[in-house]
C-alpha cells in the first residue's frame, strides 16, 4: 500500500503487527494448555480377537406391504385390512424377537396418504427397525 503524507513526498508503507501478535499469542496459549495433556498417557481397553463364531441368525423374510389405488393392503401379495395390520405386525415381532424383519412398502402414486400414514403407525407401535420404501 502506497500512502502520502502532505508532509512528505515520499509513499508511506507500515505493517499493522497488532493482529499478527494476537494470532501468535492465541496459539502460543493452546500449546501450553494442550501440552501437558499429550504426555499422560490413556488407557484404552480395546477387544481381543478370538477365535471363536459368533452366531449370527439368518434374518427372518422381509414382509412385502402394498397399498394400491384403492386403498387395498396386501401382505406378500394376499389382501388383507389396513386394520388388521398392527396385530398381524406384532405377532411377526413376536415371532422374531431381537432379529426382526425387514418391511418393504411400495404404493401406487394415486393412493391416499391415509393408508400409508396408518401403515407407518402401526410399523411404529409394534417396533419394526427396518423400513424400507421401493416402487
Known sequence: MAFSSAGRSGPLAD??????????LVLLIIFIVTAPMLSRPINVQLPQATDRVVDRPEPPPPIELRLDASSQLSWDGQPMAIGDLQSRLQAQASEHA????????????????????????????????????VQ
Do not use: C, W
Not at 505493517?15 to 501468535?24: A, E, G, K, R, S
Not at 402414486?109 to 396408518?118: I, L, Q, T, V
Open 15 to 24: 505493517i499493522n503487527v497488532t493482529p499478527l501478535v494476537d494470532v501468535m
Open 98 to 133: 431381537g432379529n426382526l424383519p425387514e418391511l418393504r412398502i411400495s404404493t401406487d402414486p394415486s393412493a391416499e396418504y391415509d393408508g400409508m400414514a396408518k401403515i407407518l403407525a402401526a410399523a411404529e407401535a409394534t417396533g419394526m427397525q427396518h423400513i424400507a420404501f
